[in-house]
């Protein structure tokens, strides 16, 4: 691929790439977004106009070329090498929220959780106050089955639109993302663009309260002021990775300029300096000890993306 890319009116090629009505940047910062604030670039960051620019551009692109969606970052490890091929970032034009009969919602992927969250609250939409204390997008929600206070986005989903690698347009019901913990079957290299979310009859307050209290219990609990990347580790059946990584002595660990959270141990935190490589390292650290300790070997839940320095 070329090293030069610009805005591309419809049918104008994107020198190096098809073409696009979108944006495309060539060695574009990722640490900018990414929670951590850590990383090397991406190789090519393109922010599509709508879901037919995303469709016609990856039908388009060729097929060895590594493509990968983006939201906020927010559970995420980008290495220090950065990432090769397409980075794919959707803009404010795929966070519409909107209100279904049958108490739905319907989301863009770029759509944050709180977003979504406060829509159905305001329609009388309960169920969804989980999204509040989820702090990413819609897509990334849907792909990796992401959840807190005791639900998921499989016990929400009716169905989800997503692009394939080859630049079909497919809208998938809940059942064939084959929902398992934190894991769904949506293909690495597929973007996904929309969900319909249901949820049932709610009092506005009531719902209001709860996410309220989801949101006290978030600030309480967790780092969120921090360079961190959420949640870090799966809870294994029937224990708490937290639990598991503070009676292994982990609490407050560091590498480099990265730190096991003393606040949440489940958490990874960026002190100020700290590489991808640091915390990554960090991680595996944790999760020595762990096994040592106690015989789990946690699974990542942070998504690992990207090649070393």
Not at 4 to 14: K, L, P, Q, T
Not at 112 to 123: E, K, L, N, Q
Not at 262 to 286: P, Q, W
Request: net charge neutral; aromatic share 6%.
């Amino acid at each position: 691929m070329g090293s030069r890319a610009r805005r591309g009116d419809r049918g104008e090629a994107v020198t190096g790439l098809p073409a696009i009505r979108g944006t495309a940047e060539p060695g574009a910062s990722l640490a900018d977004f990414i929670w951590f604030r850590t990383g090397g670039p991406a190789e090519w960051l393109v922010r599509p106009a709508d879901v037919a620019d995303l469709a016609e551009f990856l039908k388009a692109l060729p097929a060895a070329t590594p493509v990968m969606a983006v939201g906020v970052g927010s559970n995420l490890i980008v290495r220090d090498g950065g990432v090769p091929g397409v980075v794919i970032r959707l803009p404010k034009s795929f966070a519409t929220v909107g209100i279904e009969p049958g108490n739905r919602v319907r989301a863009g992927a770029g759509a944050m959780g709180i977003t979504v969250a406060s829509a159905a609250r305001d329609a009388g939409i309960a169920g969804l106050e989980f999204l509040r204390g989820i702090p990413g997008t819609v897509g990334g929600a849907v792909r990796m089955n992401a959840g807190a206070y005791g639900r998921d986005a499989s016990d929400i989903l009716v169905e989800a639109t997503l692009v394939t690698r080859d630049g079909r347009v497919e809208t998938w019901p809940a059942a064939r993302l084959g929902y398992t913990y934190r894991h769904s079957e949506v293909p690495a290299d597929a973007v996904v663009v929309e969900a319909l979310f249901e949820g049932g009859p709610g009092d506005p307050a009531a719902i209001g309260a709860e996410m309220d209290r989801i949101a006290a219990e978030r600030e309480a609990s967790q780092p969120l002021r921090s360079r961190t990347g959420g949640s870090t580790f799966k809870n294994p059946d029937g224990d708490k990775a937290w639990r598991l990584i503070d009676a292994a002595g982990c609490r407050g660990l560091t590498v480099g300029d990265a730190q096991v959270s003393e606040k949440h141990c489940n958490f990874l935190l960026n002190l100020g300096a700290a590489r991808s490589a640091d915390i990554e390292a960090l991680g595996e650290e944790v999760r020595r000890r762990v096994k040592s300790a106690s015989g789990v070997e946690l699974e990542w839940e942070i998504a690992r993306v990207g090649l070393p320095a």
